[in-house]
């Protein structure tokens, strides 16, 4: 083929087409945010007597982008599970416990740096002491 064979050629005509449609879904995909599993082993025996936990997770502006309350008949399970949609980056995660009567105790704060590869992130969580 000559190349003004080539340039009268339906592939050419539609090639500009075709790279960008690839480059937008290349896009699309590329900025899908990931659903993270964040798990935490309750450790120790002052877990006995927490009824419920308030999960927030903060951006590192602050910005709360996750709250999950679980509330408990008896102790809490050994091992809690939130599940969150979460770009990469760096996260505060703020745990506060009540037990059946009184205010919530001191919170627990735990930093997060999700990677693209972090799907899954496993901690352990120590009770809160009473005030």
Do not use: C
């Not at 050629?9 to 990931?34: C, D, I, N, Q, T």
């Amino acid at each position: 083929m000559t190349w003004s064979q080539w340039r009268q050629h339906p592939l050419l005509k539609r090639l500009p087409l075709l790279v960008l449609a690839a480059l937008g879904l290349w896009l699309w995909k590329s900025g899908e945010v990931s659903e993270r599993e964040l798990v935490w082993r309750l450790e120790g025996r002052d877990w006995s007597a927490i009824r419920s936990l308030d999960v927030q997770v903060k951006d590192a502006d602050g910005e709360l982008v996750k709250r999950e309350i679980h509330t408990f008949t008896g102790s809490p399970p050994a091992v809690l599970t939130v599940k969150a949609t979460l770009p990469s980056g760096a996260y505060e995660v703020w745990v506060f416990a009540r037990g059946a009567s009184g205010p919530s105790l001191p919170p627990r704060v735990d930093r997060l740096t999700l990677g693209d590869e972090d799907v899954r992130v496993e901690r352990g969580l120590r009770a809160p002491v009473n005030r």
